[in-house]
């Protein structure tokens, strides 16, 4: 694990790929998820996330984006990055979206 974790000056999106355990279709605190960003998007060890849901829409009513969780990056490569989530509110899917800001 890194020795200390950082806030990004700028901002990534990523998308949740899965629980890198593979233990089910979601996973929650302490779990780890690998993200579809890497190094060459501008991650680094120790770049803080933000868990999320994505806006949607339900029966023509707009619902907005629902913050979920942070955790941080702790493995990363050129395109890809496991996270480590740290806290979260609720299952963390597929569906669900990381960034370094908001």
């Known amino acids: 694990l890194p ?20 233990t089910s279709t979601f996973s929650s605190s302490y779990n780890s998820i690998l993200l579809n960003k890497g190094s060459a998007d501008g991650l680094k060890v120790g770049t803080e996330m ?20 942070y955790g941080f990056i702790y493995r990363i490569s050129d395109h890809y990055s496991i996270m480590l989530v740290v806290n979260s509110l609720q299952e ?8 370094t800001t908001l």
């Open 92 to 99: 963390i899917t597929d569906s669900s979206m990381a960034t």
């Open 50 to 69: 933000i868990l999320y849901e994505p806006a949607t829409r339900t029966d023509g009513f707009p619902i907005p984006p629902k913050y979920i969780g």
């Open 3 to 22: 020795d200390e974790t950082f806030r990004a000056d700028e901002k990534v999106i990523a998308n949740v790929m899965e629980d890198v355990m593979n």
